[in-house]
């Protein structure tokens, strides 16, 4: 097994802690080496941990990192000194680097708030709700109350929303989640999450023997009151939940698969495993070596941390947990929660607790599914709307006209409404005044739309969060780059590439790295060779990919191989590609590019469909992918299908008219595509499809098999590729 990669830093500067929280697992639970830790952690290791990162970033070509400030309770070290400790840190590293302090905010002062958010260092806040709920278990050594002081930093955090992250709970069962919801919407909390008590099958959940289903009636209340009443607060737990339901991944550690990610480092320079894993036994976090010995890539390639990520994936569960119905949304459970007499091949602690929740979410998920897919229903496709024109370019011109026209009336209505609130603002007059023309381009342009978006929703109380997770900003600021926009409008559709935009990068934090300008100037180059590409082809494509897609972006994955060539695109972000140009040392292909923007488009072309014609019956029945390791819902492989039908197209072309050098290479791309499509088409079958979803699997079927002629495969060989339909 290769080694884990770290990209998060879990350091200890306090060991000590002014609250005496009687749930911790810290100080309350088998691990109690913090009685002969360091008090803080020295200058020296400082100094060596921000060099090992510095050597560790380079090594792995990480592209960005981040270190949770930790204890104990992190301010017992000061203010000034975590914020020095922050410039250190990146003043060593190469890459950027986040930080940020999970605090119980008894330190938590104006003037430590302002040196924090100088420092630029993020802040979580431990508060488990009023004052009848906190006190519960958080109380100070002497057995005193730490409400007060705890509420007031967090009304001081309201007026720093650039640092402040969120607010974690733990659960109390006895508490009702009603009176959680009704005081923490008191506040503007970026991210709520509630926690359940650490606990395994050695030390039990507090309350479960006395009533067996304590924790699972809490649980769904609690998401009953929070998905009726409360969804504009961001809930980990809960959407992390309904995001595996739907087939999405988890957006947290407690659920799905995963891998190690995340290296502890205590106040006396030790490496540890998983901070929590000290419920367990004593020593149970402890790898080998220090900062001061052992560089960070040894740790990643140890033994122990090889055994932490067998456990993560589906063949290191229990048995039990492998043969679950709900194994790939549960995906065992947390680690710590599953630890028991052998150690931790065991299903969770909280697994009646987990299948109840999952069952509950999934049928609400469905109910409510089952209303939106009738109201979208009530929004037809045009008796003319023909899916076998449509699936293709040189006759998809008509339906593909009236989804864009929809699509445009839609982005028109969404800016108008957006700038509606900020009526007073000149920048706003001046945008709403412009030739109605150019407002519907400039509202159209994908950067518009996700900003448009983003305000609405900022308006209706909803969190806006990156795709890791992070709080996105919403201010007026991009009016500058829409007035922009619009002063130098070019009302025909062009494709905009490598620009610079926020809007287009904000969604997607650090989870995406973006190319630098200059590498842009080589890669706009390169599209215009990848378009001449497809339109000595297929002219009708190359303008259908004009008409519905109008900005490009360069991407990374950080966590790639950097030899991979990956492409993506949102429906958050309508009409935007985002595709990787660098592959290893260089740029990548031409017709590889050419590929991958036929890819994204297709998939923005199916979602204009999908706004007026759900294609699926939603259900939680996730389902094999050839395409992908991970299990996929149908609508999901619906996507992969239609994009790969005319990536077939592509490969069949490029083996008959391309370079010589690139014809081995279709092949080998025409046999693998036929493959998978025949198995997609198989599980297919098997799926709930609506009326136009059935529709568009036949029109796919009928266009997967068009023009299969075994001489059409000949090698140079002359060994046929084999059809498989």
Not at 478 to 506: F, I, K, M
Not at 568 to 576: I, Q
């Amino acid at each position: 097994m290769d080694a884990a990669i770290f990209s998060s830093f879990l350091v200890k500067v306090a060991s000590r802690c002014n609250l005496d929280c009687d749930y911790c697992y810290v100080y309350h639970h088998a691990d109690q080496s913090w009685r002969s830790m360091p008090k803080f952690l020295s200058e020296e290791h400082k100094q060596a941990f921000s060099r090992r990162l510095s050597d560790y970033a380079t090594e792995c070509g990480l592209n960005h990192c981040v270190v949770i400030l930790h204890g104990g309770e992190p301010l017992l070290a000061g203010a000034k000194t975590l914020a020095d400790f922050a410039e250190l840190l990146r003043s060593n590293c190469s890459i950027p680097v986040d930080v940020s302090i999970q605090t119980n905010g008894l330190l938590l002062t104006e003037e430590a708030l302002a040196i924090l958010s100088k420092a630029d260092i993020g802040v979580s806040l431990s508060l488990d709700g009023p004052k009848t709920a906190n006190d519960k278990h958080r109380l100070t050594h002497n057995r005193r109350s730490s409400f007060e002081q705890t509420e007031q930093a967090l009304k001081r955090l309201q007026s720093y929303p650039s640092i402040f992250a969120g607010v974690i709970a733990v659960i109390d069962p006895s508490t009702d989640p009603l009176d959680l919801f009704q005081y923490f919407d008191q506040f503007n909390i970026p991210r709520l999450d509630f926690l359940l008590p650490d606990a395994h099958w050695l030390r039990q959940p507090p309350g479960r023997d006395q009533d067996p289903a304590l924790y699972e009636q809490w649980l769904v209340r609690a998401f009953d009151i929070w998905f009726d009443q409360y969804a504009h607060i961001s809930l980990r737990t809960f959407e992390a939940l309904l995001d595996m339901s739907a087939g999405l991944q988890s957006g947290t550690d407690a659920f799905g698969f995963g891998d190690v990610s995340l290296l502890s480092i205590e106040t006396d320079g030790t490496y540890h495993d998983l901070d929590v894993l000290k419920v367990t036994q004593d020593g149970a976090t402890r790898l080998f070596g220090s900062v001061l010995d052992t560089p960070i890539s040894d740790v990643a390639r140890s033994a122990p941390v090889q055994e932490h990520r067998k456990y993560l994936r589906k063949d290191g569960l229990s048995k039990t947990c492998q043969s679950c119905e709900i194994v790939d949304i549960c995906g065992g459970g947390s680690l710590p929660h599953r630890f028991g007499d052998n150690g931790f091949v065991n299903p969770t602690v909280y697994c009646n607790e987990m299948k109840r929740l999952i069952a509950h979410i999934d049928s609400r998920l469905q109910a409510h599914l089952a209303t939106e897919t009738e109201e979208n229903e009530s929004k037809p496709l045009p008796d003319w709307f023909n899916l076998e024109q449509y699936e293709l370019a040189e006759t998809g011109k008509d339906p593909m006209n009236w989804l864009c026209r929809g699509a445009q009336n839609d982005a028109t209505a969404c800016l108008r409404k957006a700038l509606s609130f900020f009526a007073h603002d000149d920048k706003a007059k001046q945008l709403q005044s412009v030739d109605d023309e150019v407002f519907d381009a400039v509202s159209m342009h994908p950067g518009t739309i996700a900003w448009s978006n983003a305000v609405i929703a900022k308006q209706h109380g909803h969190a806006l969060l990156t795709v890791d997770g992070q709080p996105i900003e919403v201010t007026a600021d991009y009016l500058y780059v829409l007035l922009e926009r619009a002063r130098s409008c070019e009302t025909e559709h062009l494709l905009e590439a490598g620009r610079d935009d926020l809007w287009l990068r904000a969604p997607f934090g650090h989870a995406i790295s973006f190319e630098s300008q200059a590498l842009s100037i080589e890669g706009r180059d390169l599209v215009n060779h990848a378009m001449e590409i497809i339109r000595s082809w297929r002219p009708d494509l190359a303008a259908e990919i004009k008409k519905a897609c109008s900005a490009i972006q360069f991407v990374r994955d950080p966590t790639a191989d950097p030899r991979k060539i990956v492409s993506f695109s949102d429906n958050s972000v309508p009409g935007a590609l985002y595709v990787s140009i660098w592959q290893g040392d260089q740029l990548i292909d031409p017709y590889d590019l050419a590929d991958s923007l036929i890819h994204e488009h297709r998939h923005q072309k199916l979602y204009l469909l999908e706004r007026y014609a759900p294609t699926t019956v939603q259900s939680s029945a996730l389902v094999v992918s050839p395409w992908r390791e991970d299990l996929r819902p149908p609508s999901g492989l619906l996507h992969a299908v239609f994009v790969f039908v005319e990536l077939r197209r592509f490969w069949l072309h490029v083996m008959r008219c391309g370079p010589a050098e690139m014809n081995s290479r279709a092949i080998n791309q025409i046999v693998d595509t036929d493959n998978h499509l025949h198995q997609a088409f198989a599980t297919l079958d098997e799926c709930l499809f609506t009326e136009v979803g059935q529709s568009l699997v036949s029109v796919l079927k009928r266009a997967a098999i068009e023009g299969k002629e075994p001489d059409e495969y000949l090698t140079h060989s002359d060994t046929a590729i084999q059809t498989v339909f």
